[in-house]
């Protein structure tokens, strides 16, 4: 009797506990699987008062703040973790956001802000930031070239921490192409790149790039209006080469593609197709060279860049310091004389030349976010508007029609120095600190 007794009671102690245990890992469960799901997919229900400190995976969540303006619909980046796990970043604890009221209404409490050029090159007062704190870093970003679009405002100056162009001597180097050899590693662009020597002895002998090829250059426009030559350039070169009874076709506005699209015919058709950027400032190479790369035909370079930073050697022309007339007996000389002409290719036996894809720099942002070093340095520039465009602001900012010489004032570069007691003795936005 006392042993049934005994062995009833240790089985309603198992059965109990085994409940017991089973609830708790059931609950222990439901909120691992929670925790990770809203680790992604959390954008609408915690905007509202999240806390700052909260822990994520890979560590303490970082805040990204896209700023925006009403008039500008920014669309290079998902919201959320979305863009740094797609990526598969080195990390992944970022979030970004275009909801200013993401964290309880104070975007003084997100770790960067970044803003695009779109943004900034109109510079409303009313529409940036009031306040900010001494440890966020204010990002500028921008896959414009600054001769399109300079900063004038004086406010640019010593406002920003970081830079994220194509610019090579940015914070984060976001360029429009990208060279990569056999094994997947980025070669180029790099002010110190080492471009491998075995091309100088090596042959690239495929008769077939050339075997249709009957046409001198070729040139698409993709912009009709610049602030560089380009037509007349064009038009130079195309009387250059009749000399040589060899012709050059201008494809845009006025002269449509051929039947099979203008990729194929400059592939099947061109010896040399005319990369003339439209915009002429340092490191500004843009995918305009890709139509020449990928479609087996000779780029003819004219822009401010180091190319030799950028592409391979010897596979391209660099026409910038050239007379038409030179450029005109060089490509008649590559022409009759294919050897020439097909040395031009042997990049083909060591690299892939490609464009980088949207959003380029999105990871580097995240792991600088996560580097306490850089979080902590009193980082800036003070002299943005020379960073970003090297030309003489007087010339490009001046507002038309101004009637009021204190209007315009700091927009002209000379006159810095009578405006520093006005603007720059007293802090443009209070630094405040948040806990």
């Known amino acids: 009797m006392t042993y049934a007794m005994r062995t009833d009671t240790f089985a309603k102690l198992f059965f109990i506990i085994s409940v017991t245990g089973f609830v708790m890992y059931a609950i222990l469960a439901f909120y691992t699987f929670h925790t990770a799901y809203t680790t992604v997919y959390d954008v609408q229900e915690d905007y509202q008062g999240l806390p700052y400190h909260n822990y994520r995976h890979g560590g303490e969540l970082k805040y990204i703040l896209i700023w925006t303006d009403p008039g500008v619909l920014l669309t290079t980046f998902e919201d959320g973790q979305k863009e740094f796990m797609k ?72 406002y920003f921490n970081w830079t994220w162009t194509f610019k090579l001597y940015s914070d984060i180097v976001a360029p429009y192409i990208e060279v990569k050899d056999f094994n997947g590693k980025v070669v180029a662009p790099n002010p110190n790149v080492l471009w491998n020597p075995l091309m100088v002895n090596t042959n690239y002998s495929d008769p077939a790039i ?36 060899l012709k050059m076709d201008i494809y845009g506005h006025r002269r449509a593609c051929p039947k099979e699209d203008c990729m194929k015919a400059i592939e099947k058709d061109y010896y040399f197709y005319l990369a003339y950027e439209d915009s002429v400032e340092e ?53 009759k004389n294919p050897e020439i002409y097909l040395k031009y290719f042997r990049w083909k036996n060591f690299y892939t030349i490609g464009k980088t894809p949207a959003g380029y720099g999105i990871c580097e942002l995240c792991q600088m976010l996560n580097d306490d070093d850089k979080m902590n340095a009193n980082s800036g520039y003070e002299h943005f508007r020379h960073w970003w465009y090297s030309g003489q602001l007087s010339a490009r900012c001046l507002p038309r029609g101004a009637k009021d010489a204190r209007y315009f004032v700091s927009y002209i570069n000379s006159t810095r120095k009578h405006v520093k007691q006005r603007y720059l003795e007293r802090p443009l936005y209070p630094i405040v600190e948040t806990k």
Request: aromatic share 14%; net charge positive; charged share 20%.
């Open 210 to 245: 050339i075997a249709n090829k009957t046409k001198a250059v070729a040139w698409i426009i993709n912009k009709e209006i610049t602030r560089v030559p380009r037509k007349i350039f064009a038009t130079e070169l195309q009387n250059a080469l009749k000399e040589f009874s």
């Open 283 to 335: 490191d500004y190479v843009t995918e305009e060279v890709l139509k020449a790369y990928q479609h087996n035909t000779v780029p003819i370079v004219i822009g401010g860049a180091d190319y030799t930073q950028f592409l391979p050697f010897g596979s391209y022309v660099n026409a910038r310091f050239m007379s038409v007339e030179k450029l005109a007996a060089f490509i008649n000389y590559a022409i």
């Open 87 to 158: 990526r598969n970043c080195p990390q992944t604890n970022c979030f970004l956001t275009t909801i200013k009221e993401y964290l309880g209404g104070e975007y003084t409490n997100f770790d960067a802000i970044i803003f695009d050029i779109n943004v900034l090159h109109s510079w409303n007062q009313s529409k940036f930031p009031q306040k900010r704190t001494s440890r966020q870093k204010y990002v500028f970003y921008s896959t414009i070239a600054s001769d399109t679009a300079p900063i004038c405002a004086i406010h640019a100056d010593n």
